[in-house]
């Protein structure tokens, strides 16, 4: 299980590691021996591996696109009848992983419909959990006569 490293003196180096499950990985280890970056996965073979760290030599000096920056840091929750398991889940997020989570009742409407809604939404957050319970019907429970009842289907 020998490392190959592949660098020019006094720079970071890639080093070009096989796992104990016979895999290729790689790290990228500063000059001063501070781990820089690893693979994100490991490689079928040692020159899988040795084209990944290539590629990413040849595209150093691309930018950054950086997805957790600027507003798109909320979650998003949408749920059907069940406003309890939504605000349960929005608590939990808030409370435990410090994530601003909000529910489509919290946004103002100005006169959008749903869908101009989700659209106005979509590029500022970066998840969106959708909550199914077993009392989602698909519709409202005030346009369901007593005769037709039995022909709703559950959709959760």
């Given at each position: ?10 720079e ?14 790689f790290?990228l ?12 996965q490991l ?25 957790t ?17 939504a ?34 939404i ?7 959990f ?7 019907s698909?519709?409202l ?12 289907k559950t959709?959760?």
């Amino acid at each position: 299980m020998g490392d190959i490293a592949l660098s020019l003196e006094d720079e970071p180096k890639y080093v070009v590691y096989q796992s104990m499950s016979g895999k290729y990985g790689f790290k990228l280890i500063a000059s001063d021996g501070e781990l820089l970056a690893r693979s994100g996965q490991l490689y079928e073979t040692r020159n899988g591996c040795k084209n990944a760290v290539e590629a990413l030599r040849k595209y150093s000096d691309s930018p950054v696109d950086d997805l957790t920056a600027g507003e798109k840091d909320k979650v998003f929750i949408v749920h059907g009848r069940n406003d309890r398991e939504a605000l349960l889940l929005q608590k939990y997020l808030r409370n435990h992983l410090k994530v601003d989570a909000f529910v489509f009742d919290d946004l103002p409407d100005k006169g959008r419909t749903i869908i101009e809604q989700l659209e106005f939404i979509r590029d500022k957050v970066w998840y969106a959990f959708a909550i199914a319970t077993a009392d989602d019907s698909g519709c409202l429970g005030t346009s369901v006569s007593a005769a037709n009842v039995g022909a709703l289907k559950t959709r959760a």
